[in-house]
């Protein structure tokens, strides 16, 4: 199980889109559509944005968006707002009762 | 509403054992799994494993495979993780969150500070 890999870091301007990229192998990101993205503000929990690849769970804006290519993820931004600025971290099913976590991208809306 | 509230920060020894649980409230404890999540001062989030609430099927990180355990107990939707021989790279945040083995954790516990110092 080694940690999914992720930029360490994006920027964007307001109202600019941003994109995050969330590389694994076959045996994780590749091999299943179980792509998840959690947004992280500093004392506070995860926050789920995306699940199962691209999928939104209520409450999150469509400005969040998220897709799959082979075996990179990734999670758009479209339309950067001032409370985008945060840690973003992807997760995949890794078989079993596995998952794995990348090693988290720090979003800076300029 | 759903809510899951863990257990209180702790301070432990170097080679101790640290117990933290996570109560559930606001749904059935069984349809969903309870993965378990920290972070380290400065690092990035560790996914540690999950256990399902209702059949007790288990999952952890290799790094941690010996010294976690993850239990639920169904009379009171709580669930507990333990971790033993612990060192100072265990001092973190720990979070449960509840979800399916495949990372849809939507809700999350408030975190719960393990400190391992001398």
């Known amino acids: 199980q080694s940690a999914l890999t992720q930029p360490p870091s994006a920027s964007g301007s307001p109202g600019q889109s941003v994109t995050i990229s969330c590389t694994g192998t076959?045996?994780?990101?590749?091999?299943?559509?179980?792509v998840s993205w959690f947004q992280k503000h500093p004392g506070k929990a995860p926050k789920l944005m995306i699940y199962?690849?691209?999928r939104r769970p209520s409450g999150v804006p469509a400005r969040f968006s998220g897709s799959k290519s082979g075996n990179t993820a990734s999670l758009t931004v479209a339309g950067l707002q001032a409370e985008d600025e945060a840690d973003y971290y992807c997760?995949?099913?890794?078989?079993?009762?596995?998952?794995?976590f990348g090693g988290g991208t720090k979003l800076t809306v300029l | 509403q759903v809510q899951l509230v863990q257990s209180g920060a702790e301070v432990k020894k170097p080679g101790a054992s640290v117990k933290v649980s996570c109560k559930a409230s606001g749904y059935t404890f069984t349809t969903y799994g309870i993965s378990w999540v920290r972070q380290a001062p400065g690092q990035g989030l560790e996914w540690m494993g999950w256990i399902s609430a209702n059949t007790g099927h288990t999952g952890f990180a290799q790094q941690l495979q010996g010294r976690v355990s993850l239990t639920t107990d169904t009379s009171t939707s709580t669930a507990y993780m333990e971790l033993r021989s612990l060192t100072s790279d265990d001092t973190a945040v720990y979070y449960c969150?509840?979800?399916?083995?495949?990372?849809?954790?939507?809700?999350w516990g408030q975190g719960t500070l393990v400190t391992v110092s001398s």
């Open positions: 199962e690849v691209s």
């Open positions: 076959s045996s994780d990101v590749g091999g299943y559509n179980y």
């Open positions: 997760s995949s099913f890794a078989g079993g009762f596995t998952l794995v």
């Open positions: 969150a509840r979800g399916t083995n495949y990372g849809d954790s939507k809700y």
